[in-house]
C-alpha cells in the first residue's frame, strides 16, 4: 500500500515563497502521475500541478508561472516549489496520484497573510 507524507507548510506574506515535499512509500511503482491538490475553506479540493513519470509537467491557471512541481526519484519525493504566494492561495495542500486513488496524507496547511 502507498502512503504519502506531505510537509513543508507554514504562514508566508504575500509575494513569498514556499517549498512543499511530499514522500512517497510502498507500492511507488504502479503510480503513472503524482499531483499537487489543495482545499480552501468551503472549497472543493482542486488538483494545481502534475508530473508524470516521464517528467512532463501541467499546472492550473490559477498558479501557472508562480508555482513548479518536481521531483527527486531516489528519495521518492515530490515538491512544489510556489513564489509570489497570494492570499487566495490559502489553503490545506496534500498529493496523491493523479487521478487520486491512494488514501489521503494530513497535507500541510499553507497560509498567506500580511
Known amino acids: 500500500q502507498v502512503q504519502l507524507v506531505e510537509s513543508g507548510g507554514g504562514l508566508v506574506q504575500p509575494g513569498g515563497s514556499l517549498r512543499l515535499s511530499c514522500v512517497v512509500s510502498?507500492?511507488?511503482?504502479?503510480?503513472?502521475?503524482l499531483g499537487w491538490y489543495r482545499q480552501a475553506p468551503g472549497k472543493q479540493r482542486e488538483r494545481v500541478a502534475t508530473?508524470?513519470?516521464?517528467?512532463?509537467?501541467t499546472y492550473a491557471d490559477s498558479v501557472k508561472g508562480r508555482f513548479t512541481i518536481s521531483r527527486d526519484v531516489a528519495k521518492n519525493t515530490v515538491y512544489l516549489h510556489m513564489n509570489s504566494l497570494k492570499p487566495e492561495d490559502t489553503a490545506v495542500y496534500y498529493c496523491?496520484?493523479?487521478?487520486?486513488?491512494?488514501?489521503w496524507g494530513q497535507g500541510t496547511q499553507v497560509t498567506v497573510s500580511s
Open positions: 496523491n496520484a493523479v487521478p487520486p486513488y491512494i488514501p
Open positions: 510502498g507500492r511507488i511503482f504502479s503510480i503513472n502521475a
Open positions: 508530473i508524470t513519470t516521464g517528467g512532463s509537467t
